[in-house]
């Protein structure tokens, strides 16, 4: 039956034609990966940091779709409390460098907590500095810290007493978090200051210690003066560590 069949030539050719055409698309299709390829490593040989760039680019692309997590170590610099330093704007990251140098603290956590008190200020109306002053005399920028009476973190904040301004971040384990710390802590100085009736002296004071403070011991002098450097810093002064 076949040997009468008609169409049959006409069926081998149009078979041979696919044929040929997978073969032509498939041999450039390879050409163009062998030459891709190749492009990618001569450029990647002559640019040694792109493959560092590109190594991260994958790595956070395969922790985005969770893909190989059993091996790939968690991306926890997303919650890290630093930035760039060179990310802040000058004055910033002039007075970041300096508390970073003066507290012997790393200048990356020091250029988040600058940014932040920056921000900080513009809601509570309270200088930049200032917040940053009182972490300076409170903690040395040291956000584990833990006084006698149970103040905590960056602005030792008394977590017992405050618990339920922690509530909203979380519950009290949160005064170990340095951007919470500083949250709370400058809404609890701004309360305070209000009640004593705007004065920010008396306010400071309060924020020491409450009414039992009768001598600061020189606390509200410290955090003035302290902030008054940090003033300088900004304005381009070169202003010693001491």
Not at 5 to 24: A, E, V
Request: aromatic share 10%; glycine share 8%.
């Amino acid at each position: 039956m076949l040997k009468h069949c008609s169409w049959c030539p006409y069926f081998r050719t149009f078979l041979s034609d696919i044929t040929h055409g997978l073969f032509l698309v498939t041999h450039s299709g390879l050409a163009m990966v062998g030459l891709t390829v190749a492009a990618s490593v001569m450029a990647l040989w002559a640019q040694p940091h792109w493959l560092q760039v590109a190594e991260v680019e994958l790595f956070n692309w395969l922790r985005d779709r969770q893909v190989l997590v059993s091996w790939l170590p968690e991306n926890t610099a997303e919650r890290a409390t630093a930035v760039n330093i060179q990310d802040l704007p000058p004055k910033q990251a002039a007075v970041a460098q300096w508390l970073a140098r003066k507290y012997k603290v790393a200048p990356e956590p020091l250029a988040a907590l600058v940014a932040e008190a920056y921000a900080l200020s513009k809601k509570s109306k309270l200088e930049p500095h200032l917040i940053l002053a009182v972490m300076a005399i409170e903690s040395n920028f040291h956000p584990f810290v833990q006084s006698q009476a149970g103040a905590q973190g960056l602005m030792q904040v008394m977590t017992g007493i405050h618990a339920k301004r922690y509530e909203a971040y979380g519950g009290k384990l949160a005064a170990f978090d340095p951007i919470t710390n500083m949250r709370v802590g400058v809404a609890v100085l701004v309360d305070v200051i209000k009640l004593k009736g705007g004065s920010l002296e008396d306010g400071l004071r309060f924020y020491l210690g409450g009414d039992a403070v009768v001598e600061d011991g020189g606390y509200v002098a410290k955090v003035l003066a302290e902030q008054a450097r940090m003033d300088q810093v900004a304005a381009g002064v070169n202003v010693p560590f001491q």
